[in-house]
C-alpha cells in the first residue's frame, strides 16, 4: 500500500474521531442545484493545500462515476517522482443529503469519511474548488490539465476571502499523461 494512501487513511480515521467530519466548514456553502451527471468524469488537480497523503504527487487527477446505488466511484491518480510511478486510491462517495446540494463524504478506507463540499462550480462545470470539512483542505479542479490565469487568480482570491490559507496553495503540474 503506498504511503499518502496509508496517511489518507489515518487522516480519515482523525476526521472520523473528531466529530464532524463530514460536514460543511462553519461559513460554507456547498453549491446547489448540482448536477451529479454534469460532474462525473476526469478533473485534473490545478492546486490544492498540502496534505501527507498528496505529497510530492504531480500529474494528479480525479475520476467521479455516478454508480448503480447513486454513490460516485472515486478514483484518484497521481505520479510520485521520488518513486518513479503512478500512484492510484479508489474510494466512494455518498451525498451527505438532498443530491441538488454538492456535499458529499468520502471514504477510502471503509466507514471512515470525510467531508467533499464543492464551494465553487463554473456553469459549464468548467472547474470547481472544493473544500473537506475544514480550512485546510481545499482544491481547485478543472477539466483541463491547466486553468486560465485570470480564473487561476479569481477562486484563489475567493478561497482567500473564504478564510483559507492561499499563501500555502501548491500549483499541480501536468506533464505526464495518465496511464
Not at 22 to 46: H, K, N
Not at 115 to 120: E, K, L, P
Amino acid at each position: 500500500m503506498p504511503a499518502w494512501l496509508r496517511w489518507l487513511g489515518i487522516a480519515c480515521l482523525g476526521w472520523s474521531l473528531s466529530g464532524c467530519a463530514t460536514g460543511v466548514p462553519e461559513g460554507l456553502q456547498a453549491v446547489g442545484s448540482f448536477d451529479v451527471q454534469r460532474y462525473q468524469g476526469r478533473w485534473y488537480e490545478i492546486a490544492r493545500l498540502d496534505h501527507r497523503f498528496e505529497r510530492g504527487l504531480s500529474d494528479v487527477t480525479a475520476r467521479y462515476e455516478i454508480q448503480p446505488d447513486a454513490s460516485v466511484r472515486v478514483i484518484n491518480s497521481g505520479f510520485d517522482a521520488a518513486k518513479g510511478r503512478w500512484q492510484t486510491a479508489q474510494g466512494r462517495a455518498k451525498f451527505l443529503g438532498d443530491p441538488d446540494v454538492a456535499s458529499l463524504k468520502v471514504s477510502f478506507f471503509g466507514p471512515f469519511y470525510g467531508g467533499y463540499h464543492v464551494i465553487a462550480l463554473d456553469p459549464a462545470y468548467r472547474w470547481a474548488m472544493v473544500a473537506g470539512p475544514d480550512r485546510s483542505y481545499l482544491w481547485i479542479l478543472a477539466r483541463e490539465p491547466r486553468l486560465d490565469a485570470e480564473i487561476q487568480t479569481q477562486l484563489k482570491n475567493q478561497a482567500h476571502a473564504l478564510g483559507f490559507d492561499t499563501s500555502a496553495l501548491i500549483w499541480v503540474e501536468h506533464k505526464r499523461a495518465q496511464p
